[in-house]
């Protein structure tokens, strides 16, 4: 019933917030315009790009009222998630202007976020390895590392999947609705929580942005998706890892993970900054290849939904 009543708290002021907060984009100018000749502009009307902030206080509200104040762990999600809402809100009010903001900004500030999740305690800590039979502790320098990785990658994974209608909506639900299912398999409430919070704002935006899509949430809302993503499997499957379980949350995020992983090597290969953004993403490539926004979308989230079952019996074969 606590997860439920997540659920519904999550949906509801993510629904309720999103048509006010679409009409004060087109009072303040916040939309995204189309751009003759940039292949990654598939609307042909202004879109406001103020679903962000619905989503953020969705997920804020339900994880308050459901989840409770745990200290600094509470204070280090919501503000990690705050400072990358802001960063990401300069970001696409330099593109709503016809301008490009610079990488290094954003970059800085996402490690930021995540120093702040790690100082919380929410980190990579180790795992246990069957062959010794014994939990392989990590130093405390790579746990930092790996855990700052982890959750910039998956930040930036999401943001870069977030260029078609409903995509990294669904994206995000999907790997949600996963980690859920993992996390209550494991007995991992508070992970479990952020999950069904997280799920039910995914749906409530995905309501608006389904193809053809009323609003967008920008860099603003897909980091911070992926930003509690990557605290989400960090706070519960990271926790009592195996070395069969480190693939779980991978296989949950496996689309944007493995999609944008060939888009960077492939920028690397071609002397490119990794942040310059292109039309190289598997998305833009089934478009390209004759799939509308429906087709390319049903595809990529069927191939997302069998990544994410794979997972599950990951979880249910290491049982």
Not at 188 to 213: C, E, H, R, T, V
Not at 258 to 266: A, E, G, Q, Y
């Amino acid at each position: 019933m606590l997860y439920i009543l997540a659920f519904l708290i999550s949906f509801v002021v993510v629904y309720l917030l999103i048509p006010p907060l679409g009409r004060l984009a087109f009072r303040l100018d916040f939309v995204d315009k189309p751009r003759e000749g940039v292949e990654r502009k598939l609307h042909r009307e202004p879109i406001p790009l103020t679903a962000s902030y619905a989503i953020y206080l969705g997920f804020a509200t339900a994880y308050l009222l459901m989840a409770g104040w745990n200290g600094y762990e509470t204070l280090a999600i919501l503000a990690g998630g705050a400072l990358l809402l802001f960063i990401g809100t300069v970001d696409d009010w330099y593109k709503s202007h016809g301008r490009d903001f610079p990488a290094l900004p954003k970059a800085l500030v996402q490690v930021a976020a995540a120093v702040i999740v790690w100082l919380a305690g929410i980190e990579f800590a180790g795992f246990y390895n069957p062959f010794i039979d014994d939990y392989v502790l990590l130093p405390g320098w790579l746990q930092f590392v790996l855990t700052i990785l982890w959750i910039f990658g998956v930040t930036t994974v999401i943001n870069f999947s977030d260029g078609m209608d409903g995509l990294a909506g669904t994206l995000t639900a999907i790997s949600a609705g996963t980690l859920f299912i993992v996390a209550l398999v494991k007995g991992q409430d508070q992970s479990a929580m952020m999950a069904i919070i997280l799920l039910a704002a995914a749906i409530a935006y995905l309501k608006y942005n389904k193809p053809p899509a009323k609003i967008f949430m920008g860099d603003a809302g897909a980091t911070f998706l992926g930003f509690i993503l990557s605290v989400i499997a960090l706070d519960g499957v990271f926790k009592q890892a195996t070395l069969l379980s480190l693939f779980i949350p991978i296989l949950a995020l496996g689309v944007p993970i493995f999609d944008n992983l060939f888009v960077v090597f492939k920028r690397l290969m071609q002397g490119k900054p990794i942040y310059q953004a292109d039309a190289s993403q598997v998305h833009y490539r089934l478009l390209r290849a004759g799939y509308n926004n429906r087709q390319a979308l049903a595809l990529l989230s069927l191939l997302s939904l069998c990544l994410g079952l794979s997972s599950i019996i990951l979880l249910l074969a290491e049982a």
